[in-house]
C-alpha cells in the first residue's frame, strides 16, 4: 500500500536519509537540497513516499512559473527499494494528486537525464512520451491527461 504524505517536523530528517542507488546519485540533486529549495519555493510541494509506515521516497512537484505547467522536479524511491513496482504505484498518486487539484493543468512535464534508463522506463510505464531534449540537456517527457 503506497501513500504520500507531507514532510514534516516527524519525518524530513528520514526523508533526507533516503538515497537512490550509486549509480544513480549523478541523476537528482539530494532530499535535503530539495526539502531546502522547497522552502523558497512556495507553490512547490513536497511528499515522503511510504510503503505501509515505512518511509521509501520523495517527491517535489508543483506549477512551473515560466510556462503555467505541473512538472515533477524530484522523485526518488530509496535504493532498498527499488525494483518492487513501488516507483510506478506513487508515481500514479503523484498523477492523481496533481489531478485532482482545481489549478490542474491538462499536462505534467517532467525532465531527467537521457542515460537515466530506469527512469526513462519508469516513467514511459505510466504514461510520459519523450518530446525531445531541453536547452540544458535534459530529455524532457510529458503526460497529457484524457
Not at 5 to 28: H, M, T, V, Y
Not at 70 to 79: H, K, L, S, V
Amino acid at each position: 500500500m503506497i501513500s504520500l504524505r507531507l514532510i514534516d517536523q516527524s519525518n524530513w530528517e528520514a526523508c533526507i536519509q533516503l538515497k537512490p542507488k550509486q549509480e544513480q546519485e549523478g541523476f537528482i540533486a539530494s532530499n535535503l537540497y530539495s526539502i531546502a529549495e522547497s522552502k523558497f519555493l512556495p507553490h512547490m510541494k513536497i511528499k515522503a513516499i511510504y510503503c505501509e509506515e515505512m518511509l521509501i521516497g520523495f517527491a517535489m512537484y508543483g506549477i512551473d512559473s515560466d510556462d503555467g505547467n505541473y512538472w515533477i522536479y524530484r522523485f526518488m524511491i530509496d535504493e532498498q527499494f527499488q525494483g518492487r513496482g513501488h516507483g510506478k504505484s506513487a508515481m500514479n498518486l503523484i498523477i492523481k494528486d496533481i489531478q485532482s487539484n482545481d489549478d490542474h493543468t491538462n499536462v505534467i512535464w517532467l525532465g531527467y537525464q537521457p542515460e537515466n534508463e530506469q527512469g526513462r522506463k519508469l516513467y514511459a510505464r505510466v504514461g510520459f512520451e519523450e518530446s525531445g531534449m531541453a536547452p540544458w540537456g535534459e530529455m524532457l517527457a510529458k503526460y497529457s491527461f484524457h
